[in-house]
């Protein structure tokens, strides 16, 4: 459809959707990418869905430019992403605005997705199993040193991993 109605922006969209592929072929097999890569990779990600969206959807991301070369698990951050996009602004009716904090503190990364959610709406079947097996790699690597949590309040979600720094 979008390439009647739009042909310069689905040659936009198919750069995305290739780039976002070419992220999970490329950095599936690895043990480590970088916190930038991870970033490029959700902001791919995110430009395909604001495709669908529209203007429902609007992110912004805040990242120190010095976390960019620390090293995390790959696809730490899609996870995320899909759960925001699914439980938040699939349910909006008005515009989304979703948050990617990522900061550090003397000995920890702490990775923040902040979303809104319809508190009202019906909640999305859902089999919970992409938190699950995140939570689940990251402990089998980081072990008890990582966190990931998840609080919904007042209308907002809000989605926190936190790693140690380390060096890889």
């Known amino acids: 459809t979008l ?5 310069e922006k689905a040659r936009e969209v198919c750069i995305q959707l290739s780039d976002f592929l070419r992220y999970s072929i490329r950095y599936g097999e690895k043990e ?12 791919n990600y995110l430009e395909v869905e604001k495709v669908r969206f529209g203007d429902r959807l609007y992110y912004e991301m ?8 620390i090293k995390i698990l790959p ?3 899609l996870p995320l992403a899909e759960n925001a996009v699914k439980h938040g602004v ?16 003397r000995d920890r990364i702490l990775i923040s997705f902040i979303n ?17 097996n995140l939570r689940r790699r990251l402990n089998a690597h980081y072990g008890d040193k990582t966190n990931l949590h998840v609080t919904r309040k007042n ?3 809000t989605a926190v991993i936190e790693l140690p720094l380390e060096k890889t």
């Open 3 to 7: 390439i009647r109605t739009d042909p």
């Open 32 to 43: 480590f990418v970088t916190i930038g890569d991870e970033t490029e990779h959700i902001k």
């Open 62 to 69: 805040d990242l120190d430019p010095e976390l960019k070369k």
């Open 75 to 77: 696809f730490v951050l």
């Open 90 to 105: 699939s349910q909006m009716i008005g515009r989304s605005e979703l948050k990617l904090q990522i900061s550090r503190t």
């Open 116 to 132: 809104p959610y319809d508190p009202e709406s019906p909640a999305v079947v859902s089999s919970g199993s992409g938190l699950d």
């Open 155 to 157: 209308g907002i979600a």
